[in-house]
């Protein structure tokens, strides 16, 4: 299995062996001994699943201390533009973001440890999104920083008019103004 890791220390790419023939395909999506070696933790509390029309903008989340979350993200329909941000205040790369398209044809998947805020951008109707995280869902815990921050300067490669977003997510703090519990 190979991996990819970026110039933001924690976040890893990986690309699972896809085994294909005339019947379809088989990849491992999740092998703990095996992702323990690229520092994935072996037990996940909650699986999630999304599906969402083109230019749906999700993000940027988060979950704070206890019930913070790392994610591990793949499409199996569709594709997506997917992004974390580093919001590790002791981070040396404290405000950086990196940034992978999932496919349902590359494969790919994105581990996003604790400490970063993730979200995605739909580039295809009827796009489903998958992702083990470590901790379950807490309402008091949930955070957000505005997804078109200036000051992240993320390019999601759409105007901000064009994006379909929650309200909750349009009125997200700013990074400056965010509370950051990391």
């Known amino acids: 299995m190979k991996t990819k890791t970026f110039s933001i220390d924690g976040p890893v790419l990986i690309f699972p062996q896809v085994h294909g023939d005339d019947r379809g395909f088989f990849l491992e999506s999740f092998k703990a001994s095996q992702y323990k070696e690229f520092g994935i933790p072996e037990l ?51 405000g950086q973001h990196v940034s992978v398209t999932l496919t349902e044809k590359n494969h790919e998947i994105f581990w996003v440890p604790p400490g970063f805020a993730h979200g995605f951008l739909t580039l295809e109707d009827n796009t489903e999104f998958l992702y083990k995280v470590t901790n379950e869902y807490s309402k008091e815990t949930e955070g957000g920083i505005l997804f078109n921050d200036p000051h992240l300067d993320i390019n999601w490669g759409i105007s901000e008019k064009d994006c379909i977003l929650s309200e909750k997510d349009r009125v997200l703090p700013s990074f400056a103004n965010f509370s950051n519990p990391f």
């Open 44 to 94: 996940f509390k909650q699986d999630n699943h999304s599906k969402s029309n083109k230019n749906v903008l999700r993000g940027l989340h988060f979950q704070a201390p206890p019930m913070e979350q790392g994610k591990l993200v793949r499409v199996v329909k569709g594709s997506v533009l997917d992004v974390a941000v580093d919001i590790r205040k002791n981070s040396v790369t404290y």
